[in-house]
């Protein structure tokens, strides 16, 4: 009896240390408000606290390492006393950015969020004639390529943030010195066309668009899947080989890539879909005829200004001619440099979905009128 009366007070004091133990644990840190659903993106994880956002970015190279860790603060509210160590901060809607890529520069456009850019990186790659004009006239400036853009004006423009794309060991020479927030836009290593979409939200919390990126991302993915599940139903599945040769080997698009699940979502039977993981493999031209010389369909991307030809194909390289997609005319390309492909394929997949089904399946798109991908002439 007295050993039991002698334990109740230790339990007592012990439930008071717990307690004033969790009361310094959540003074520390804010309240969990929310945490995004992010079904298809696998490199970026977004949460909501009371006082910030906090946005972590995986390594798409090394998927076990943490790349990056950004504090989205508020600017119009005071520094929060307690954030998470190792964040980079960065106050929002950021007021003046520099984006190095068209890509991301297109969707600052469709989100209504030109006037926070003040600097951009290879115009030449821009085809958007509001941007262009606004390039010319000097509210955004043009600041050379993106391996070594022009630091002096980076810095004279007022820099508070700069959006990049990352690549293996790789890094941003000597703008990483000038202690401008890079936001590492690593959207192109996702294997989902949605995951690659789904980066906008992200890039609306930036630019203090976060609703109209909610609205872009809610569409595209309601008509990505709605098209999706109509190629579902098709019974027949035609092949296709993808891209050409270029040096001495011909990069392959796994089929776990974006490409590859776009085609296989397209209805149709991509012929390297064996391929684990969303990296090119380069084959020989003889291995890849070998496995794709009967298919069905090619598709392939150019980037010049004269439309390409299957005679110009054939010039390229004359063993072309002997696959049955070219015997056949069934080899569809796609002017990067004339369409608007690259500044389309992050927030609107759901388009180049629509082209593919409407060329293997034109049976369940009838009138559809293509944007991207055409035969090829003569």
């Not at 995951?195 to 919390?205: A, D, K, S």
Request: charged content about 25%; aromatic content about 12%; proline content about 6%.
């Amino acid at each position: 009896m007295r050993r039991t009366w002698l334990l109740i007070p230790l339990l007592a004091l012990l439930g008071l240390l717990l307690s004033s133990c969790g009361g310094r644990q959540s003074s520390a840190r804010p309240e969990l408000k929310a945490t995004d659903t992010i079904r298809y993106a696998r490199n970026i994880h977004i949460e909501y606290f009371d006082d910030y956002v906090s946005v972590r970015i995986r390594d798409p190279w090394d998927t076990l390492r943490q790349r990056q860790h950004y504090v989205l603060v508020d600017r119009t509210r005071p520094l929060p006393a307690t954030l998470p160590e190792g964040g980079i901060v960065i106050r929002i809607p950021v007021e003046k950015a520099v984006i190095y890529t068209s890509v991301h520069t297109a969707i600052a456009e469709e989100l209504g969020a030109l006037d926070r850019v003040c600097g951009v990186c290879e115009p030449e790659y821009i085809t958007s004639p509001v941007v262009l004009e606004r390039i010319a006239d000097g509210r955004i400036a043009d600041l050379g390529v993106s391996t070594s853009p022009n630091v002096e004006k980076i810095i004279d423009i007022g820099t508070e943030m700069i959006i990049a794309s990352p690549f293996e060991n790789s890094g941003y020479g000597s703008a990483e010195k000038l202690g401008i927030p890079i936001v590492e836009a690593a959207d192109y290593m996702e294997n989902h066309p949605l995951g690659r979409t789904e980066w906008v939200l992200f890039y609306g919390l930036l630019l203090g668009e976060r609703e109209a990126a909610e609205q872009v991302f809610a569409r595209t993915e309601a008509h990505y899947n709605e098209l999706k599940a109509m190629a579902a139903q098709v019974k027949d599945r035609p092949s296709v080989v993808l891209e050409r040769r270029y040096g001495n080997s011909w990069a392959v698009p796994a089929g776990e890539s974006y490409i590859g699940v776009m085609h296989a979502d397209a209805g149709a039977d991509y012929v390297f879909r064996y391929l684990k993981g969303a990296r090119s493999v380069h084959f020989s031209f003889e291995s890849v005829f070998d496995q794709a010389g009967d298919a069905d369909f090619w598709f392939l991307k150019y980037d010049t200004r004269a439309p390409y030809t299957y005679r110009l194909l054939a010039q390229e390289y004359e063993p072309y001619a002997n696959f049955r997609a070219w015997k056949e005319h069934r080899v569809f390309a796609c002017n990067t440099i004339t369409s608007t492909y690259y500044d389309d394929i992050t927030l609107h997949p759901d388009r180049v979905l629509e082209d593919l089904i409407a060329i293997y399946h034109p049976e369940l798109l009838p009138g559809h009128v293509q944007r991207y991908y055409f035969p090829l002439d003569d």
